[in-house]
C-alpha cells in the first residue's frame, strides 16, 4: 500500500514541479525614461485575446488556419466524453483473460508485452493531460493507470524464462527512462511549451509501440494460422477509441493526440484483418 501511495506522489507531481516563474518576478525590461506618454499601439495589434488564442494553437502544435473541427461541438465535446468511456474500456479490455490466466495459474495465449507497455504508457499520457490541463486526456487515463499496474503484478508470477526477462526489462527500462526524463524536464527548469512538446512526444511514441506490440506475435499468427494471442476485445476497443481521439485531436489542433491515435487504428485495422483471416482456434 504504501508503493501505491508513493507512485501516485510521483506521478502526481509533474502537473506542478514544470510551472515556471510568473510575470510579476520577472525584470521590467526597456523602460522608458521619457516624460512623453506612451504610444498607444492600435487595438488590432493588443489583442491579448488573440496573442493568447495562438499561443494556445502553438504550444499544442496546431496550424493557424482554421479548421471546421473545432467549431463543431460534438466533436469538442461529445466526442470526447465518449473518449473517456472508450478509453477506459481499452484499459479494461484485457481484464477477463488476466483473471482466467491468474484463477488457472498459466498464461496459455495471453500475451504479456501489451501489458508490460500500457503500465508506463498510461501514466505518460497521464502525466502529459495534467500538463496540458486538459481534463478529456487526464480523465481518460486515471483507471487506465491503475488497472494496468495490476495487470503486470499479476501476470509476473505466471512468466518463466525468457517471457519474464523480457517483460521485466520492458516496464524496468521504459520506467527509467520515464523518470529520467521528467528530472532532465524539471531540473533543467525548460519553458512549459518545450515540457509540453517533449511530454507529448514521449507518450504519442509509447502509445504507437503500445498499438502494434499485439503484432509482436504476427510471426506465430502466419504460421499457426490462429490468432489467439491477439485479444478480441482490446482489438474492437483500439479501433474504436483511437477513431474517436482521432477526431478530437483533429478538433483542438494537437498533434500529439491526433498523430499516434491515427497510427493505433491503423494497427487496429490490421489486427481485426488478422482475426478475420485467423480465427481463434
Known amino acids: 500500500m504504501k508503493s501505491v501511495l508513493v507512485l501516485l506522489a510521483v506521478f502526481a507531481a509533474p502537473a506542478h514541479a514544470w510551472i515556471g516563474r510568473s510575470l510579476s518576478d ?28 495562438k499561443k494556445r494553437m502553438d504550444i499544442r502544435g496546431g496550424s493557424s488556419l482554421e479548421m471546421s473541427l473545432d467549431t463543431n461541438p460534438i466533436i469538442t465535446s461529445l466526442i470526447p466524453r465518449i473518449g473517456i468511456v472508450t478509453s477506459t474500456l481499452l484499459y479494461f479490455s484485457p481484464m477477463a483473460a488476466v483473471r482466467a490466466a491468474s484463477k488457472d495459474n498459466t498464461l496459455g495465449d495471453l500475451n504479456p508485452v501489451p501489458l508490460a507497455i500500457m503500465a508506463v504508457s498510461s501514466i505518460c499520457w497521464l502525466a502529459y493531460g495534467l500538463s496540458i490541463q486538459d481534463p478529456y486526456v487526464t480523465l481518460s487515463n486515471v483507471p487506465g493507470c491503475i488497472v494496468a499496474i495490476w495487470y503486470v503484478t499479476a501476470v509476473l508470477p505466471l512468466l518463466k524464462g525468457s517471457q519474464l526477462q523480457t517483460t521485466q526489462n520492458i ?40 498499438s502494434g506490440s499485439p503484432l509482436s506475435t504476427i510471426k506465430t499468427v502466419l504460421s499457426t494460422r490462429n490468432s489467439g494471442t491477439i485479444l478480441t476485445p482490446l482489438t474492437i476497443a483500439q479501433v474504436t ?21 491515427l497510427t493505433g487504428f491503423s494497427f487496429g485495422l490490421v489486427q481485426l484483418v488478422l482475426k478475420l483471416w485467423f480465427p481463434s482456434k
Do not use: H
Not at 523602460?31 to 492600435?42: D, I, L, M, Q, V
Not at 477509441?241 to 491515435?261: E, Q, R
Open 26 to 53: 520577472l525584470p521590467i525590461l526597456n523602460k522608458s525614461k521619457s516624460n512623453y506618454p506612451a504610444r498607444p499601439f492600435p487595438a488590432r495589434e493588443s489583442s491579448i485575446d488573440g496573442i493568447m488564442a
Open 241 to 261: 477509441n483511437c477513431g474517436l481521439w482521432s477526431a478530437y485531436g483533429l478538433a483542438i489542433k494537437d498533434k500529439f493526440v491526433y498523430g499516434p491515435n
Open 171 to 210: 516496464v524496468v527500462v521504459l520506467s527509467a527512462v520515464t523518470i529520467n526524463l521528467w528530472a532532465y524536464l524539471s531540473l533543467t527548469k525548460k519553458a512549459m511549451v518545450q515540457v509540453r512538446s517533449a511530454l507529448g512526444l514521449y507518450a504519442s511514441a509509447l502509445f504507437v509501440v503500445l
